[in-house]
């Protein structure tokens, strides 16, 4: 057996007993998670559900006369990832083929901030002055909108990949804090000539929301090309003034995922980009995989 893990567990009776009532026997309370554990009892039957650290298990136990047996199955948790760059490096073109590819649930902090902003709430007034300066949004406004994402359902169910954030050290000591650390931080490096053409040129369509760049990703019609704005931090004047910003904070939170970083040529194709990223998501799930398996056998 490569691993075990320990803890305290309520069993409910299913039987002659009350439904669902918890079985008290102090020998049985604790439990060490294995392929083979056993304790005395009637012939009963009880079901349980454990959470240990890493994985989720489900198990059953099938009770005879005098032992019963644990049959866990382990499922392996969900991918956590944080991907990490400048502005216009690429963050939302490559996690959408993330997305795609592995089903994580994609939560962009600069999405969060528009949306306060566009609802006109005292955060998001607060929010567009920093902005419109080229400043970070101070983390009181910040944290609390991704933390309170993260941990819905469908984040906590299928993984969740955070694009744009953290973007400063006391950001990411916040989210440490709060219990939040990936299993991989991706940073795409991305020449600053480049970064500075990337947003200049882009647009985008307020109906459906894409993003075109007026050189790389031109809109398909003259209907689409005429109601296409720019946002107001996209001009050269305030990308400069975030880059500048980016440069200052990127490196001291490097030093918090030092260990768990990969860092992506990001000057390539999409395509290459992408391929870099996915042969490091897909070994980091087979190990995964590998290591629950290890925890059921």
Not at 277 to 285: E, M, R, S
Request: with cysteine.
């Amino acid at each position: 057996m490569a691993a075990t893990s320990s803890c305290i567990v309520n069993l409910g009776v299913k039987g002659n007993g009350n439904p669902e009532q918890p079985f008290s026997s102090s020998k049985s309370s604790q439990l060490l998670l294995s392929s083979n554990v056993s304790f005395a009892d009637n012939n009963t039957k009880y079901c349980l559900s454990l959470h240990s650290h890493q994985t989720l298990l489900s198990a059953c136990l099938t009770k005879t006369k005098k032992s019963a047996f644990v049959v866990a199955s382990a499922k392996p948790e969900h991918l956590k990832i944080m991907i990490s760059g400048a502005p216009a490096s690429g963050k939302g073109t490559q996690c959408e083929l993330i997305t795609k590819k592995y089903g994580l649930v994609h939560i962009a902090a600069g999405d969060l901030l528009r949306a306060e902003i566009a609802s006109g709430s005292e955060n998001g007034k607060q929010a567009k002055e920093y902005m419109e300066k080229g400043q970070l949004v101070p983390n009181e406004i910040v944290v609390m909108m991704v933390k309170d994402r993260l941990l819905q359902p469908d984040s906590q169910e299928n993984g969740w990949l955070l694009d744009g954030y953290p973007r400063s050290l006391s950001q990411a000591t916040a989210l440490k804090e709060f219990g939040f650390r990936p299993d991989l931080f991706i940073v795409l490096e991305v020449n600053e000539e480049i970064l500075v053409e990337r947003v200049v040129g882009r647009r985008l369509d307020p109906v459906t929301g894409k993003i075109y760049h007026l050189k790389y990703s031109p809109p398909e019609t003259e209907e689409i090309a005429a109601r296409l704005t720019q946002r107001f931090d996209d001009t050269e004047e305030k990308v400069k003034l975030r880059l500048q910003t980016h440069r200052q904070n990127v490196e001291a939170v490097l030093s918090m995922y030092e260990d768990i970083t990969l860092k992506v040529n990001g000057n390539l194709r999409k395509e290459d980009v992408f391929a870099q990223i996915d042969d490091a998501l897909t070994k980091l799930f087979e190990d995964r995989k590998l290591n629950s398996g290890s925890l059921a056998a």
